[in-house]
């Protein structure tokens, strides 16, 4: 099956900096990624929608500016999180869709990056 | 605006009985219906999904959902509890003739005891 996944598993920052969250489909190129964030013991939030060599479409309520989203080739895309503040601390989430003829279009989920800032 | 309803946060089972998963969701448009299943600190793997064929759908691990759009449902079941069975399971919905935007449920916890 399709593979995605994500760098680092799992981080910890101090407030102020910025940290930057890699996802990569290994065995298929993805044009579209999502990056969703999850909190504790709660759903997914799709956070935003990452379309290789154009700007990513941000959901509403999510700043794009503190959530810098880069998909440079159709196999990485990047979120970076800016001046991080504790109330970013989160489950990152990101999954990239894999464009089927027969089965339409499938996200495979990458395993999630716990970032924590202190 | 689509939305996925998933009726209770925490479901306990004992081993060897019946799982049931509930889902109801809100669409204007037909639907495409995803569970997934997310153990601790792991992203999501896909259990099944409803693409408009059979209604009847069956997924990995033993588990199945059927479709009703009379009660607008998609309840996630299986016959036998195994304790590995235990984690977070989620609904989700997705505007058919894409996956391009899932929107899931709260997610339900299932806890297998022996």
């Known amino acids: 099956g399709a593979v995605v996944s994500q760098h680092p598993s799992r981080v910890i920052c101090k407030s102020g900096t910025s940290v930057k969250i890699e996802c990569r489909s290994l065995d298929f190129q993805a044009t579209t990624m999502f990056w969703y964030r999850q909190f504790p013991k709660q759903s997914l939030m799709l956070m935003a929608t990452?379309?290789?060599?154009?700007?990513?479409?941000?959901e509403q309520g999510v700043e794009k500016d503190k959530f810098l989203i880069n998909h440079a080739s159709l196999t990485l895309s990047t979120l970076t999180v800016t001046s991080a503040h504790p109330e970013d601390s989160s489950f990152y989430i990101c999954?990239?869709?894999?464009?089927?003829?027969?089965?339409?279009?499938?996200?495979?989920f990458g395993p999630g990056t716990r970032l924590t800032v202190l | 605006a689509q939305s996925v309803t998933q009726l209770g946060s925490h479901v306990s089972v004992s081993e060897g009985a019946l799982v049931l998963l509930r889902c109801n969701y809100s669409s204007s448009v037909p639907p495409y219906l995803f569970w997934y299943v997310q153990y601790p600190n792991q992203g999501l793997q896909l259990l099944l999904k409803y693409t408009s064929a059979a209604t009847l759908v069956k997924g990995i691990n033993g588990f199945e959902a059927e479709f009703k759009k009379s009660e607008t449902s998609f309840h996630l079941t299986k016959p036998s509890a195994h304790m590995s069975d235990a984690a977070e399971y989620f609904c989700a919905v997705s505007e058919s003739g894409g996956y391009n935007k899932l929107i899931f449920g709260a997610g339900t916890r299932l806890a297998v005891h022996p």
């Open positions: 990452s379309n290789e060599g154009s700007k990513a479409t941000y």
């Open positions: 999954s990239a869709l894999l464009a089927g003829a027969l089965t339409g279009n499938e996200q495979f």
